[in-house]
């Protein structure tokens, strides 16, 4: 059994813990917490589960650390303090863990991350011999692994389109839904996720992985992005009140250039209201999925909807970020030290998980 390490018990780590729980070759050694609030509460408690884990949240990383375990998911975010969560990693991987992580978006693609990010991780692997695989939903498996396999079966590609339509009222983070996402926000003001270069920064680097597992050179990355206000005033469950005038959805496209054309696209298209921007694409029942096109011949679509945690679409995709991190775990744990993306860890089976009791 490898000793896992749960960091942040969020929307990502409640889900961490539970599969980390169900994973027959992890055990659950340690939760951290930054909440006071939290401190010394059952870690089956903090992620929802109707049973005690034996396991007591702690903010004391040094400690936690100091065990040395052989895994951390690290689910603590890192939209609104990546340097933190850059530092929290590398002590980490310094002692000798192998982490695994969705909240780095320039490690995605380590290969053109920016040195202020690759160097730190790259000396904490070197110092402590643990590794780094950063991984999320979108960015993420729908704009890698889903997108690559589906291509394979096409006899021509001309267009790879990977979509996340979304209504993000159901994404209890009001830091990012508001102030990155702007939502709520005046029309005057653009939000810190549409100015120039950021959704390059954060989706970049799913277009480089695929134009490099497609053998393409890219001329270069666009961005392209449009803003529409609500209508009327909405209410949202978990987020309150989201005023007339103010934005209520975005989309935009961030777009690998090939031979002058856009081929590989990856869109998103966020609403905190059905109501707002009904021309524009909407998932089946509208609430949440992520879709690949692949146009060519055959033209072929997938889309994906996931639920968890009452039915909730934002939690689903959680979930499955987090299965494709703590599934990649036992391998990464095989493999030598290093820096680690999609292209190099395999999408895992659900070897040993097959009929068994949910946690």
């Not at 490898?2 to 050694?29: D, F, M, S, Y």
């Not at 320039?106 to 011999?129: N, S």
């Not at 109501?275 to 690949?292: I, K, L, N, Q």
Request: glycine share 10%; with cysteine; net charge negative.
């Amino acid at each position: 059994m490898i000793p896992t390490v749960v960091w942040g018990t969020g929307n990502v780590g409640r889900a961490a813990i539970r599969a980390v729980e169900a994973h027959p070759a992890l055990v659950l050694t340690a939760v951290i917490v930054h909440n006071p609030g939290k401190v010394g509460r059952d870690a089956g408690e903090l992620a929802g589960l109707d049973r005690r884990l034996g396991v007591a949240a702690t903010d004391d990383a040094t400690a936690v650390l100091a065990a040395r375990p052989a895994a951390v998911v690290y689910a603590a975010s890192g939209d609104v303090r990546p340097d933190d969560a850059l530092t929290d990693i590398t002590r980490a991987i310094a002692a000798g863990a192998v982490v695994v992580s969705p909240a780095l978006y320039p490690l995605y693609d380590h290969r053109g991350a920016p040195p202020e990010f690759r160097d730190p991780v790259l000396v904490a692997v070197a110092e402590g011999g643990g590794s780094l695989f950063a991984s999320g939903v979108d960015p993420g498996w729908g704009n890698d692994v889903l997108p690559l396999l589906l291509s394979g079966l096409g006899s021509t590609v001309d267009v790879i389109r990977c979509q996340e339509i979304f209504d993000y009222s159901t994404y209890d983070q009001p830091d990012s839904v508001r102030h990155l996402v702007g939502m709520g926000q005046p029309m005057d003001q653009e939000p810190m996720m549409l100015m120039p270069s950021v959704p390059t920064m954060v989706w970049g680097g799913q277009i480089r992985m695929m134009a490099r597992a497609l053998g393409v050179e890219l001329d270069e990355i666009r961005e392209t992005s449009e803003r529409r206000a609500l209508d009327a005033t909405v209410t949202t469950r978990t987020m309150g009140e989201f005023e007339a005038g103010t934005q209520g959805a975005i989309r935009f496209e961030v777009q690998g250039i090939v031979e002058g054309e856009p081929r590989i696209v990856i869109e998103h298209v966020t609403r905190i209201h059905p109501s707002c921007a009904p021309d524009w694409p909407t998932p089946p029942d509208g609430s949440g999925a992520h879709r690949v096109v692949i146009e060519g011949r055959p033209r072929i679509e997938v889309t994906v909807e996931c639920t968890d945690e009452d039915d909730n679409r934002s939690a689903g995709g959680n979930a499955t970020a987090v299965g494709r991190l703590v599934g990649a775990i036992d391998w990464l744990v095989e493999a030598e030290p290093g820096l680690y993306d999609a292209l190099d860890v395999p999408l895992r089976p659900a070897v040993g998980k097959l009929g068994r009791k949910q946690p």
